[in-house]
């Protein structure tokens, strides 16, 4: 014990949010001590971020969830008492068999959020308790590029900075703070040092933005229309890749019409990009070999969704640059368990797939196993086309993060049963019926990384047990166990064994490496084609023909903008930017955290000099942000790195510190002021508006400071 005791250095990966950054924990008699930079790690070499530095302060935060607890109170009310996991799994157990037996199986939705790595085991439960509704965060955010590419090019893209891009497009991704996906800012950073070129498509005056050779400040929302003002460019100038566009492409001619009519006049009026600039910008791309995107969640998260993401992989193949070194490439996972076999997807009976919530309208979403979270809310509130009558979420904060927050407030305080697996008593945990109290990270065994597309699985081992919390994987295996499915392990170590059997090996055997990763072949589709109903690269979609959706890319006008909504314009004139992600908080998370808060007090909503003078408002100042759906509290940050027509205000604010069961979750966060209204949705995705919309911004008058 004391300055004696020996210190451990266990190597794992951090997942602290999407990054699966190498991390050497230092542990003390069993405490961890320091997480630092694995500088030996592919994906970060070194680097960790702020939420990663601090996150033993979360595993040891005394506000922790440490063992199950079960609603003592009405509900919302903040009154908890503790129970046994048996109890607590016996109820969920028993709840969801009621369930089935007087409703069906789809009567049961499960929710998650975005990526984390309990989900495959979530989607598992899923599909062999025999409900098709699950709702996630991947409508609006990732999955709807999955599926995009899925039916375009039959796998979803990369950058491929390990081959070196000499020219990277940073599409509305501000990678250096958040790390998305299969992505580290580091790649970007180390590819830049070597001199790559720079295109920086963003409304904002970012860092990336500052050192670009080209940026593109566009109006927010009209990502499709700028990106078919420079396939015109690149499809006018001949600077296409007439090799890989005469042997790959489908419907090359369709594409080239569609394209036509998206002149740069057009363009620039619709984007507020000057047409000369679009031209240098699709030139520059079009011209330096190797190029990649780096793409980013504002283009998804909307009405243009689906079609902004095709047209930016459209890009990509038509220059050439998929599934080359350097470009964007299509990676395959090490041998194992694909997620599809592993969550039993294919295994769940036709007849409960065809009563996905939303299925008939959103068959892009259907088909990659999602349902907007709307369609469960609207089933627990009308019981149509069926009800729902239990909830299960885990890994999300759907009162702060999902569109119209109010709305999914109210369902999840009607719904019959729920159930919450968190780390914390979050704004939603409070609504539940049960919360179970959920292990970090650095508490559980994993096949890190098994549900992304970079080809790496990073094996993570169970470091330290808090309190008598449990994992995801844990839970959903003793929960399935309990309602008689006998799929799952006998642990869910089992279950860990069955992902990596395939390759001829148990867990054990690779739980201590640092990584697997598979093979890595570039243009596969000189061999294969690619996996489309046409095996070629599909520009002219014939999955979206058959299932009725214009098969070309288009781009519609944002719903409530100047243009679409010039009335509501004027008593609303900004363009409303509603969804910062600051570099030290993840979505919801981490209010709570002492290095972190301390980094970021306060919500932060940036205003133009010229705004803040006509409306009184000195840097600093708590203002209102209203919309036309209500209003909430930022500070103000007066700078001139937003347009005076924008005003961009942070997502995800709660205050943990506020100690009615409520904590604030109406104050300060974005989705009071966020529609979700389907008119608004993506027709095949039904991807939901939460960034631009219209407002206008006021002081906090000082007697309401609080
Ligand atoms: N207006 C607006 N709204 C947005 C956005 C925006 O830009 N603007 N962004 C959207 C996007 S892209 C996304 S992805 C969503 C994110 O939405 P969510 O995923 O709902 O966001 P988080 O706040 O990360 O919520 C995750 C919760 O899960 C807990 N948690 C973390 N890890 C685990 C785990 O391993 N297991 C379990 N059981 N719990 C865990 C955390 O404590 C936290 O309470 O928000 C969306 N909402
Ligand atoms: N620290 C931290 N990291 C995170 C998260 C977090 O909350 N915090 N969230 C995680 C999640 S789930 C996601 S999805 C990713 C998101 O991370 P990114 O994909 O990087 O997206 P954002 O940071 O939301 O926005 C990136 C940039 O897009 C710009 N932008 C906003 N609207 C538009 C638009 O209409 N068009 C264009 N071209 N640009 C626009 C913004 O000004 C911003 O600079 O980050 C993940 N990582
Ligand atoms: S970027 Fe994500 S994975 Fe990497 S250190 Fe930060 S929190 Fe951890
Ligand atoms: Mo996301």
Known sequence: MGIDSEERVVRSNCRGCHGGCGVLVHVRDGVITKLEGDPDFPTNRGSMCSKGLAFKQLVYHPDRLKHPVKRAGKRGEGKWERITWDEALDTIAS????????????????????????????????????????????????????????????????????????????????IMWTNPDEYTGENLARVLAQGAKLIVVDPRLTYQASRADIWLKLRPGTDAALALGMANVIISEKLYDKEFVHKHVHGWDEFVERVRQYSLEKVEEITWVPAEQIREAARLFAQTKPATIQWGVPIEQGINCIDADRLLIDLVAITGNLDVPGGAALFRPPKGQTISQFTHHRDLAPEQKAKYLGGEKYKLAAMIGL??????????????????????????????????????????????????????????????????????????????????????????????????????FEIFNELGRRMGQEQWG?????????????????????????????????????????????????????????????????????????????????????????????????????????????????????????????????????????????????????????????????????????????????????????????????????????????????????????
């Open 371 to 472: 349902v907007p979270e709307k369609m469960v809310w609207d089933a627990i509130f009308t019981g149509k086309p069926y009800p729902v009558k239990a909830i299960m979420i885990h890994g999300s904060n759907p009162v702060v993060t999902r569109a119209n927050a109010r709305e999914a407030y109210r369902a999840l305080s009607q719904v019959d049963f729920l159930e919450v697996g968190d780390f914390f008593l979050t704004p939603t945990a409070e609504l539940a019926d049960i919360v179970l109290p959920v292990s970090t990270w650095l508490e559980a065994d994993y096949t890190g990384g098994f549900f992304f597309r970079h080809g790496y699985l990073f094996p993570r081992r169970k470091i330290v047990q808090i309190g008598e919390c449990k994992s995801d």
């Open 490 to 706: 006998a642990t869910y170590l089992e279950d860990l064994d069955s992902i990596v059997e395939p390759s001829g090996r148990k867990w054990a055997d690779v739980r201590d490496l640092p990584y697997l990763r598979g093979e890595v072949e570039y243009r596969k589709y000189e061999r294969n084609g690619f996996s489309t109903p046409t095996r070629k690269f599909e520009l002219y979609c014939t999955t979206f023909e058959k299932w009725g959706y214009d098969p070309l890319p288009q781009y519609r006008e944002v719903p409530e903008s100047p243009v679409s909504k010039p009335e509501v314009a004027k008593e609303y004139p900004y363009i409303l930017m509603a969804g910062q992600r600051t570099p030290v908080f993840f979505h919801s998370e981490h209010r709570m955290i002492p290095w972190l808060r301390e980094l970021h007090p306060d919500p932060i909503a940036e205003i133009h000099p010229q705004v803040a003078k006509e409306h009184g408002i000195e840097d600093g100042d708590w203002i209102y942000i209203e919309s036309p759906r209500g209003r909430i509290k930022h500070r103000a940050w007066v700078t001139p790195t937003i347009d005076p027509r924008l005003v961009a205000i942070q997502h995800g604010w709660w205050f943990p510190e506020q100690k009615d069961p409520g904590h604030g979750w109406d104050q300060s966060s974005s989705n009071i002021l966020t529609d979700n209204d389907p008119e608004t949705y993506d027709v095949s995705m039904g991807a939901s508006n939460l960034r631009v919309m219209l407002c206008k911004v006021y002081p906090v008058a000082e007697e309401e400071v609080s």
């Open 95 to 174: 709840k969801l068999q009621q369930v089935i037996r007087d409703h069906g199986a789809e009567s049961i939705a499960l929710g998650q959020g975005t990526s984390r790595e309990g989900e495959s085991f979530l989607a598992r439960f899923a599909n062999l308790t025999g409900t098709p509704n699950i709702f996630a965060a991947g409508h609006f955010c990732y999955l709807s590029r999955v599926g995009a590419s899925l039916i375009t090019c039959g796998n979803l893209p990369l950058a491929d900075y390990d081959g070196n891009p000499k020219c990277v497009m940073v599409w509305a991704s501000n």
